[in-house]
């Protein structure tokens, strides 16, 4: 599976590195070494994914996602030395789809990428059928998501998500259950990374985020997808 890959990394030795993993794969590698270098490349040829350092120059990793989440369901690989809890919700919050703390395996990156890009890309086969559930519509085919008959952006995990629920409208899902769904976090991940991807969603599909109507919580045990399927 061969894409173009935008690596925005300070680190002149670090990004090589990246870069000839990923090169030896078979992508074509951009690189870039701060924030708005980032941004006027991804405007100026849109990657099929990005991988990004938390800290850059001029404008940090954080900073260049949230700029770049107004602007499509871009994949993004977060690379960090910051490894709490926190950070790796924060970074969930700002839309990134997988995130490795350094120092990390070039060969496990290399694996995590070609993860992200294999959910990102419409399946070939085009026989999936798109899932309505109330005025949700989820079409695996075409990795596109609809509400009220309006886009809805989603990251792959995102996706992910909302593609499991609405395959199982009333079906309670736990917590590990829909982290298993994203299958892109580091295994330290925690299930309170399913808590931010439900309050982004919420935040994209309901009236009023705060008495949602079709992403609701079961307590003490997960998350459902309220309504019916059927075909669209």
């Given amino acids: 599976m ?6 925005a990394e300070d680190d002149e030795s670090q990004a090589a590195l990246v870069r000839s993993y990923l090169e030896h794969e078979g992508h074509i590698v951009t690189v870039v070494h701060d924030g708005r270098a980032a941004i006027d490349e991804i405007f100026r040829q849109p990657p099929d994914l990005l991988v990004l350092d938390w800290m850059l120059p001029d404008m940090d990793g ?15 690989l977060m690379l960090t030395a910051r490894s709490t809890e926190e950070d790796l919700l924060r970074g969930l919050e700002l839309g990134a789809d997988d995130y490795m703390t350094k120092p990390y395996s070039p060969r ?15 399946s070939a086969s085009g026989e999936q059928r798109a899932l309505r559930v109330g005025p949700l519509v989820v079409d695996p085919a075409r990795h ?5 008959d309006r ?16 395959a199982a409208p009333g079906r309670v899902f736990s917590r590990r259950q829909l982290l298993e769904c994203t299958q892109g976090y580091d295994r330290a991940s925690t299930e309170r990374a399913i808590d931010v ?31 019916g399927r059927r075909g669209a």
Avoid: H
Wanted: aromatic letters at 6%.
């Fill in 2 to 7: 061969c894409a173009y890959v935008l690596v």
């Fill in 62 to 76: 954080p900073a260049v996602c949230r700029r770049i989440r107004g602007q499509g369901d871009l994949p993004v």
């Fill in 108 to 122: 496990e990156l290399v694996a995590r990428v070609r993860t992200l890009l294999r959910r990102a890309r419409p």
């Fill in 144 to 148: 596109a998501v609809t509400c009220r």
């Fill in 151 to 166: 886009p809805v952006s989603c990251t792959p995990g995102e996706f992910r998500i909302l593609e499991a629920m609405a």
């Fill in 197 to 227: 991807y439900i309050v982004n969603l919420r935040k994209k599909v309901e009236l009023d985020p705060r008495a949602p109507e079709l992403l609701l919580t079961v307590f003490g045990v997960g998350y459902k997808l309220a309504g």
